[in-house]
């Protein structure tokens, strides 16, 4: 069963949660590195758990695992066996499990709410070269080395349990073919694509974001189309453009307004933080039916679309 479906056949709304690495930052990670989050998954598991558990209390229907930048060839360059970095990968959805599992254990917790998901998150090749380009998707490889680059990681994500994969800030409409057939070869498992995007109208490569959603409308196993990772004032427009191109839910969960800089791995710009509530109310009336934070956002943010939502 597609588990975005049974959830917004009894609820109006999935929530999802917001950044990781920001609240690991918080708690005074250092996250300057290749693997980036991922990385805290060798030094730190603990503090993802709470972090999970942060976003559940916060509201979210959905924890997405700190597998973003975990990949077999990115916990390679650190030395790792292939067989190591599988078990660092699936540990990302075990803990995650682990905190939803005794967040929902508590009888008050469960009120009014669904049963939190745990998404798998599968992050772009760009992600894996640690240089931006999962804000450009200028990529050099096929569409087959695509599939034999996230293969590894969709499976142990899988086999470990996920109740569906966070395919997500994918750059390029040709990654997101590459992962749909990648589906095909896990036929009981669902995922949701959302892009990057450069504006209110085209992903992060220039292509249109209307015609990702209609290339991505036939296929079964994704969940839902939309928007992470992308500035909130372009959200309205891409949501308006996916939902005319696509019958399937619409997620997005942007960062909160800052600009990142790839060469010095640093945010600037305004924040949208004291009105980003009032953003994801607007966001839901514009069609988003699965709606959260990305880089930057924190507990907070997710607390404030709860407050609407339930």
């Not at 973003?68 to 995650?96: C, D, N, P």
């Not at 966070?166 to 498992?189: G, N, Q, W």
Request: aromatic share 8%.
């Amino acid at each position: 069963m597609n588990p975005i479906e049974n959830i917004l056949e009894k609820f109006p709304l999935v929530i999802l949660d917001g950044a990781m690495a920001t609240e690991l930052e918080r708690h005074g990670c250092n996250l300057n590195d290749s693997l980036w989050s991922a990385t805290i998954l060798i030094e730190n598991p603990e503090l993802i758990k709470q972090v999970h558990t942060d976003y559940f209390k916060a509201g979210a229907d959905c924890a997405i695992t700190a597998s973003y930048q975990a990949t077999v060839e990115g916990f390679s360059r650190r030395g790792l066996s292939e067989a190591e970095a599988l078990i660092l990968i699936q540990k990302s959805v075990q803990i995650a499990l682990k905190a939803r599992d005794e967040f929902w254990g508590i009888p008050e917790n469960r009120s009014n709410r669904p049963k939190p998901l745990v998404a798998g998150s599968v992050g772009p090749y760009g992600a894996f070269l640690a240089d931006g380009s999962e804000y450009r998707g200028d990529y050099t490889l096929t569409e087959e080395e695509l599939m034999n680059f996230h293969r590894p990681r969709m499976k142990a994500l899988i086999d470990a349990g996920s109740d569906i994969l966070a395919c997500e800030t994918i750059p390029c409409l040709m990654e997101a073919r590459a992962i749909v057939r990648l589906l095909e070869e896990f036929p009981k498992t669902y995922a949701w694509i959302s892009f990057s995007a450069k504006d209110g109208l085209h992903i992060s490569d220039g292509t249109l974001v209307a015609e990702c959603a209609e290339w991505l409308d036939k296929y079964d196993q994704v969940a839902a189309v939309g928007i992470n990772c992308t500035q909130p004032q372009y959200i309205s427009s891409l949501i308006n453009k996916v939902h005319s191109h696509t019958v399937k839910p619409i997620i997005v969960y942007p960062n909160l307004g800052e600009q990142y800089d790839a060469v010095t791995k640093t945010w600037n710009g305004a924040s949208s933080d004291e009105t980003y509530g009032d953003s994801t109310l607007h966001w839901y009336e514009c069609g988003a039916r699965l709606i959260g934070g990305c880089c930057r956002t924190k507990p907070e943010n997710i607390t404030t679309i709860s407050a609407w939502a339930r």
